[in-house]
């Protein structure tokens, strides 16, 4: 017990000398707090980016689901969120340029300078905040998860240390303390997610014989529709368009766009990210499959623990507390991100508009940390839900955003109003879903939220043009692309549901059906490689 506490303690103080390190002047401009002057290089950036996207959920939910759906969920994540990335060259780069060109701060920022709309801007900040906090929320949960089976510290006091740990290098730093603890925590996380499943690999004899063992006794955990019998085609399907609509959506990932050194740093991490989420999310799904073995009946929120529950019973003090400290990583790379960027849109787009300076300056911001920190603890407190049914409803709220964005950076002209209708409509349909007075069917709601969403943005915006005659759409530049519709033809071979049902051949201990998505992933890296130099190309001589 003691040397598990030593090397927490250790982890907990290097984060904050880190953060100390890379802090800001507590008077510093927003732009230097929010966006470390936009200087953000492709190393740091790939780092925080990763790191802040990658969170409790991608260490103790994709684990607890591995252990219910096995690697069912795998595709899902590994495959689903690095075709993501596709939106870091369609939204990011002209994100980039809005933000260089107008110095903006936040995505309501943007929004209002896209349309010229405050109202609009506050509705899509009121957004972000609310869908938010409930994501907040997962980051203390899994903290109070880990310290609790680690230490044998009460839950509570768990998500309360680590959120005060968070806060305290979150106020002093800003955005470069932030990148540099999340490139530290990232890959804290990579190496210590390795070291997780080698040794609970090892412990039921290798990485193929425990594969072997799983597979005599839960089958289902080998093939789609997975061990609850959940994933079925429309699921699969809805997944991975919910990780495309809502990951870019996410303020903490919205924001970094802004802070990027320059344009060629964005094009970089699209690339590499489809590789690091394969190897990342392959891991904490492969210990919650092995997790089985140890803890054979775990229901429920109880298979979100399966990986400290495991590290703590076939470990070492020493090892089981490093192990650990890679959950930590995730969900505080994760949390001081949320907080970060929560703030600067509390500070440029919601105290504006109740005080008379427009004077702006970072402390309400670190004010507004505070406050989200206790608004995160409260909801952690008893949390209602397992961490993938948190995730996956507060992540459909932020994905009805995504018409607003990639219609306002790409049509000739834009209409408040379609924004507006748009937002609400498909929130109310979000919330109609979540009362039960619709049933959801086949697919998850983001698909019928989406279709709602895009819809009423599409027929407004048509009206509105109707009624100033104005008939014309400029279509982009990318929608004529031959790569478009290289990744589109990926997207549609990544729906492989000719392979439903099948766990054999198997390679290594797991089936085949997983080297395609690994595969799919590496062509995908390579076409958008391919768009990246042609387009460079395109620039260099001229063409818009």
């Known amino acids: 017990m003691v040397v598990k506490i030593a090397v927490l303690i250790a982890y907990f103080v290097l984060v904050l000398m880190i953060g100390l390190i890379a802090r800001t002047r507590w008077k510093s401009p927003s732009e230097t707090y929010f966006l470390a002057d936009r200087k953000l290089g492709t190393l740091v950036l790939l780092g925080t980016m990763v790191a802040t996207n990658f969170s409790a959920f991608t260490v103790f939910g994709t684990s607890g689901a591995g252990y219910r759906e096995g690697y069912a969920f795998f595709p899902i994540m590994g495959f689903g969120t690095g075709f993501m990335a596709l939106t870091f060259w369609l939204l990011g780069r002209k994100i980039w340029q809005k933000g260089r060109e107008r110095n903006l701060v936040t995505p309501p920022e943007l929004v209002s300078e896209l349309y010229k709309s405050r109202g609009l801007s506050f509705i899509f900040a009121l957004v972000m905040i609310i869908f938010t906090i409930p994501y907040l929320a997962l980051q203390p949960m899994a903290a109070g998860y880990v310290l609790e089976e680690l230490v044998g510290l009460p839950y509570v006091y768990g998500c309360i240390l680590v959120t005060v740990i968070i806060v305290l290098y979150t106020l002093r730093g800003g955005l470069r303390a932030v990148a540099w603890t999340d490139l530290f925590q990232g890959s804290v996380m990579f190496i210590l997610l390795l070291a997780s499943l080698i040794l609970v ?51 903490q990932l919205f924001q970094r766009f802004f802070s990027a050194k320059t344009e060629k740093d964005l094009s ?3 690339l590499f990210y489809p590789l690091v989420c394969t190897v990342v999310f392959f891991m904490p799904i492969a210990v919650g499959v092995f997790g089985r073995l140890s803890f054979p009946d775990l229901v429920g929120k109880q298979a979100d623990r399966i990986l400290p529950m495991t590290l703590t019973l076939i470990s070492g003090d020493a090892m089981a507390a490093l192990v650990m400290a890679a959950g930590l990583a995730a969900l505080m790379s994760t949390m001081d991100s949320q907080l970060l960027t929560l703030s600067s849109i509390f500070t440029h787009d919601i105290a504006p508009l109740f005080r008379k300076t ?27 839900a397992t961490i993938l049914q948190i995730a996956t409803q507060t992540f459909t709220g932020l994905a009805v955003l995504f018409p607003t964005v990639i219609f306002g950076l790409y049509l000739k002209k834009v209409y408040a109003p379609s924004a507006v209708l748009s937002i609400l409509f498909g929130e109310g349909v979000l919330v109609l879903f979540y009362l039960k007075w619709i049933t959801i069917g086949v697919f998850l709601p983001v698909v019928w939220v989406m279709l709602v969403t895009f819809s009423v943005y599409l027929l407004t915006h048509a009206v509105l043009r109707w009624k100033e005659r104005a008939f014309s759409i400029r279509r982009p530049r990318w929608i004529q692309s031959p790569y478009f519709f290289m990744l589109g033809g990926i997207f549609v071979l990544s729906m492989d549901f000719w392979a439903w049902g099948r766990s054999q051949p198997a390679f290594m201990g797991i089936p085949m059906w997983l080297g395609y998505f690994i595969l799919l992933s590496a062509v995908q890296t390579a076409v958008m490689l391919a768009w990246v130099k042609a387009a460079g190309r395109e620039d260099a001589s001229g063409g818009r």
């Open 268 to 270: 970089r991490i699209m």
């Open 358 to 384: 427009k004077r702006q300056s970072s402390a309400s911001g670190r004010v507004f940390v505070i406050c989200l920190s206790l608004a995160g603890l409260a909801l952690a407190y008893n949390p209602p």
């Open 201 to 251: 690999a090892g412990h039921h004899g290798g990485f193929i014989e425990a594969n072997q063992k799983v597979m005599a006794s839960w089958p289902e955990l080998f093939s789609r529709p997975g061990g609850s019998g959940k994933y079925t085609a429309g699921i699969w399907f809805s997944y991975i368009l919910l990780w495309f609509f809502c990951d870019p959506m996410f303020p």
